[in-house]
């Protein structure tokens, strides 16, 4: 089947005949468009692709098309998908279940029935091996849709009733429910247009929720819900004015208080009410520009996580007497570092937990009342530990992941009073044995001096001599930093010799706030040349070979992609971008696109003229030359809501005009998803597998595994 795109975006279909030979590369029309701005206008050429309604023909008919074409080039690449599809399965335990957790007399867990894409979440009542009651079906209530997710629920203070967060469309705009626990009956009270998060009050028939501003997306607004009244009725309890800030609410760690957050990238504002009475509510802290904290409570006391004098944070605690008093009224639990950064905490009866960074990696911190501190080891040297759900706080056990890119993610209990120690459970991988492969922290120098942290993993016998193929991961933005972890999905590239890196550049945290703050705003540049030199640095220690290299990165990682492919397409045999933010000065021009607002002090406000300069310096769409690029593999979903669909459809017509190489641009469209791809857990490894197949072919290594 052949087809080309005419001017006015219609599509022309061939003969089934022609369909062996090299399928056309699709193209699209050109429509100049003036993007104002305050600091000039810019045409673009295709800003007619952007169709908020997602029915444009010529535009449906544009993305047929380039789908069209995936199918065709990919084609003969299906046995190998298949094969790695196969391969994904095989080591994932099918019938698999979660560590059951204890929360007000009940157990609660998640299951898969095998072949199953979605689970089952049941509770016991008084002990973990006491008969199950289903909550959730989610098989069931997957039937009849393209994506499903279940989000957020919570479960009524009485154990009687439960609320949950549904989306059916992959939008994120997510319609609240409840059942009642005993008959499964669902009520007919219903919310649309939420965020997946729903907090009960201590009266069991008021749901406190957030509601989303119907263009931005943003959530804006605190409604309280009373059941078996009108949603429309829905009392307004706050209203964040601030288009800059995001919002949540939760119960706090010992459910005495339901607080509301809004947060920026450089302030937080945090107000809350006794569950009782959760129309009182009262600010703990005001909001100031560069001031973050979040606050839990526990024990007649609030403890609060910081950056007041404390760039990589501390904890501080105050008496509930003396929050009136503010921050003044705040006593250090912990000093400030310039080594640690305190990612997290949780209160307990006599202790904190503290899930914190130091070196790169993630790790625990036990700190009792009495002044203790324990940490909990790790015989790796690269790692992550994370403080897993810890319902239970009068508790004296602590639970926790750990896990490594070669040690399948485990979960412990530690005991704070005993030391003692037990596995609860390791993540099951069947085929896969650890000593197979071999983890390594390396640091590579980059051009300005700073030492990069990398996590690489290999098969166990791979020669160091400058042959084997790297695919290379890193994200980098919002302070998020990328942790090592097993995945099934990688382990046919191990075994196939490639050397899997994890590239931890600025932009996230792994190395504190100061690695953040060089890696966004009028820094972000240092993002992308970050993951660039630990490329060569790679090469140059003879990890891998210079000419076979992927790269891969997702959304903000996305837009890492494109700024690599604009700067350094050399050093890379092909690039994989999903959902990738490209189209960085337009997006962030119009404040109507969802997330724009709230992004300012990510990437800049281009109303500002040094913002502007700056983006328009880096944003890969406006970056796209007459050059040769590496072989392209691009994803999105028509129904993003976090990056448009349009940005990377512009981005892919804009290569396809102008780049000048024979290498294969695949841009795949899922139709039926928004920004995190298909919903089932089986149709996301045929995904994976698609571009999987992609990236072996070009790196030459698509034969069987070892």
Not at 521 to 539: A, G, I, M, P, Q
């Amino acid at each position: 089947m052949r087809w080309t795109i005419v001017a006015c975006g219609a599509v022309i279909l061939g003969s089934q005949a022609e369909a062996q030979t090299p399928p056309p590369v699709p193209h699209v029309a050109k429509r100049p468009f003036q993007v104002t701005s305050p600091n000039g206008a810019r045409t673009d050429d295709y800003y007619w692709l952007r169709d908020d309604t997602r029915k444009d023909p010529a535009m449906l008919a544009y993305l047929a098309a380039e789908n069209g074409y995936a199918d065709a080039r990919l084609a003969p690449l299906k046995p190998l998908q298949a094969k790695l599809y196969a391969e994904t399965v095989a080591h994932i335990k099918q019938d698999d279940s979660s560590v059951p957790y204890a929360k007000n007399g009940y157990y609660y867990a998640s299951r898969f029935a095998a072949g199953a894409d979605y689970p089952l979440i049941e509770r016991r009542k008084g002990t973990a091996t006491a008969p199950a009651t289903t909550m959730f079906d989610e098989p069931t209530m997957a039937k009849g849709h393209s994506f499903f997710a279940l989000s957020d629920w919570a479960v009524s203070p009485d154990n009687a009733q439960v609320a949950w967060a549904e989306d059916t469309v992959g939008r994120r705009q997510y319609v609240l429910k409840i059942k009642d626990l005993a008959t499964g009956a669902v009520r007919s009270d219903t919310i649309a247009n939420a965020e997946p998060s729903v907090v009960w009050a201590d009266d069991n028939r008021t749901i406190l929720y957030v509601a989303k501003d119907p263009v931005t997306l943003r959530g804006y607004r605190v409604m309280a819900h009373v059941l078996g009244t009108a949603p429309a009725a829905d009392a307004l309890l706050y209203e964040e004015k601030d288009d800059t800030f995001q919002m949540g609410i939760a119960r706090t760690a010992d459910d005495r208080f339901i607080c509301i957050t809004v947060g920026s990238t450089v302030s937080d504002e945090q107000r809350c009410a006794p569950a009782s009475n959760s129309s009182a509510f009262t600010v703990l802290a005001p909001r100031a520009r560069e001031f973050r904290y979040t606050a839990d409570h526990q024990n007649g006391r609030w403890i609060i996580r910081t950056n007041r004098a404390a760039k990589n944070y501390k904890l501080v605690t105050v008496a509930d007497a003396d929050v009136a008093k503010g921050v003044a009224a705040w006593r250090d639990l912990t000093p400030a570092s310039d080594s640690v950064f305190i990612e997290s905490f949780k209160p307990f009866a006599g202790f904190v937990a503290i899930d914190q960074r130091e070196g790169g990696n993630r790790m625990i911190r036990l700190l009792t009342d009495a002044g203790t501190s324990i940490p909990v080891k790790a015989d790796e040297p690269a790692y992550r530990m994370a403080l897993d759900v810890n319902e239970e706080t009068a508790a004296p056990w602590v639970r926790y992941t750990y896990g490594s890119l070669v040690t399948p993610t485990t979960t412990y209990e530690v005991n704070v009073k005993t030391g003692a120690r037990r596995v609860l459970k390791v993540a099951p991988v069947p085929g896969y044995d650890p000593a197979n492969y071999v983890t390594e922290r390396v640091w590579a120098t980059a051009r300005d001096g700073t030492r990069v942290p990398v996590s690489i993993v290999y098969r166990k016998g791979l020669k160091r001599d400058g042959t084997a193929p790297l695919f290379q991961y890193a994200y980098g933005s919002y302070g998020i930093s990328t942790d090592p972890g097993v995945d099934p999905g990688r382990i046919g590239m191990l075994d196939r010799g490639v050397v899997y890196a994890i590239a931890h550049i600025r932009g996230g945290q792994e190395m504190g706030r100061g690695w953040y703050d060089d890696g966004h705003l009028l820094k972000k540049r240092n993002s992308f040349t970050d993951f660039v030199d630990v490329t060569r640095f790679l090469v140059a220690q003879k990890y891998v070979a210079k000419d076979r290299v992927a790269a891969m990165g997702g959304s903000a990682g996305g837009l890492l992609m494109g700024a690599v492919a604009n700067m350094a397409p050399q050093d890379y045999k092909v690039v994989v971008a999903q959902v990738p933010f490209v189209d960085v000065v337009t997006t962030m021009l119009d404040a109507s696109i969802p997330l724009t607002t709230f992004e300012y002090d990510e990437w800049g406000n281009p109303a500002q003229k040094a913002y502007y300069d700056y983006m328009l310096s880096y944003s890969p769409y406006d970056n796209v030359a007459a050059k040769a690029y590496p072989a392209l593999y691009v994803g999105t979903g028509l129904w993003d809501s976090q990056v448009q669909y349009y940005e990377p459809t512009k981005w892919v017509a804009k290569l396809r005009e102008l780049k000048t190489d024979a290498n294969p641009l695949v841009f795949r469209v899922n139709m039926e998803a928004g920004h995190g791809g298909k919903s089932s857990r089986f149709e996301r490894f045929r995904q994976n597998a698609e571009w999987q197949a992609f990236v072996l072919d070009q790196l030459g290594v698509a034969g069987a595994a070892s």
